[in-house]
């Protein structure tokens, strides 16, 4: 059974930074394509960054330059590193393995 469990979720001011964390379990790690999607209040969700077997992406064309995605093959995690965050990137984060779901978590950036 696939499960995705996000972390690193806060409140935080605009320009600051925050990490979040999506552990994965059940699934080839090496050999499966994660997503980070994020969904705004009234919004619909959307595709932030991905990462595939090695290779990681940003998709999101406002986020570029701010955000990295990297893993962690040990601990079986992928990260998306978020720098100056800017209100505009409040919402629910969460991963997917293009089936399952984490729970999310919540980002909050205040101005």
């Known amino acids: 059974q696939v499960q995705l469990a996000e972390s690193g979720g806060g409140s935080v001011q605009a320009g600051d930074s925050l990490t979040v964390s999506c552990v994965v379990s059940g699934l080839s790690f090496s050999s499966s394509a994660i997503g980070w999607y994020r969904q705004a209040p009234g919004k619909e969700r959307e595709l932030v960054a991905s990462?595939?077997?090695?290779?990681?992406?940003i998709d999101l064309e406002s986020v570029k330059g701010r955000f990295t995605i990297s893993r962690d093959a040990h601990k079986k995690t992928i990260y998306l590193q978020m720098n100056s965050l800017k209100p505009e990137d409040t919402g629910v984060y969460y991963c997917n393995d293009g089936d399952s779901w984490g729970q999310g978590t919540q980002v909050t950036v205040s101005s």
């Open positions: 990462m595939s077997g090695f290779r990681g992406t």
